[in-house]
């Protein structure tokens, strides 16, 4: 049975982030923990060398993220901005009242890898996200969160 591959939903320019990322950790950062070993060897014992020791879980550390990139790179989903006129997709700035506290939030939609809840960008996949894509201005949607159903009421589409 064949593994089934994750697509991240992405946009072209967090994959070009991405890239001069992962190009930056395979050049410079590899060759500076590289000179970190080397420098920590040269102190002798190394049973008993804190810094080696260190600078061995910093390259662990970088060839994690380095796979990871390499991942995200090669299963990139490129998301085109173009949504149906008027309606919510990735790449929608989207304002919505919560129909319980009267509060308005402004979400932008994006694809998984560029989410930041924290900076107003929401993921397509994420339970808010999921509930908006494909609505309208006026239209109600009920949103199944970990704190219960939440009400939002889409108040504008930018």
Excluded: C
């Excluded at 990322?21 to 920590?40: F, G, N, P, S, W």
């Excluded at 060897?41 to 550390?61: C, I, M």
Aim: aromatic fraction near 6%; charged fraction near 35%; charge should be negative.
């Amino acid at each position: 049975m064949a593994k089934e591959t994750s697509r991240y939903k992405m946009s072209a320019k967090r994959l070009e982030e991405l890239k001069a990322e992962l190009y930056y950790l395979q050049t410079v950062r590899e060759k500076e923990v590289a000179d970190q070993i080397a420098e920590a060897r040269s102190f002798g014992d190394l049973s008993e060398n804190s810094e080696y020791d260190e600078a061995k879980t910093e390259q662990g550390k970088l060839y994690s993220r380095i796979a990871e990139y390499k991942d995200l790179i090669e299963h990139a989903e490129i998301t085109e901005d173009v949504v149906e006129e008027g309606k919510i997709g990735i790449g929608t700035v989207v304002s919505v009242k919560d129909m319980e506290t009267g509060d308005t939030y402004r979400y932008k939609i994006v694809g998984s890898q560029e989410a930041n809840p924290m900076d107003g960008r929401i993921s397509d996949d994420s339970p808010i996200g999921r509930s908006l894509v494909g609505r309208a201005k006026g239209e109600t949607v009920t949103v199944d969160a970990p704190a219960g159903a939440l009400r939002f009421k889409i108040t504008a589409i930018d």
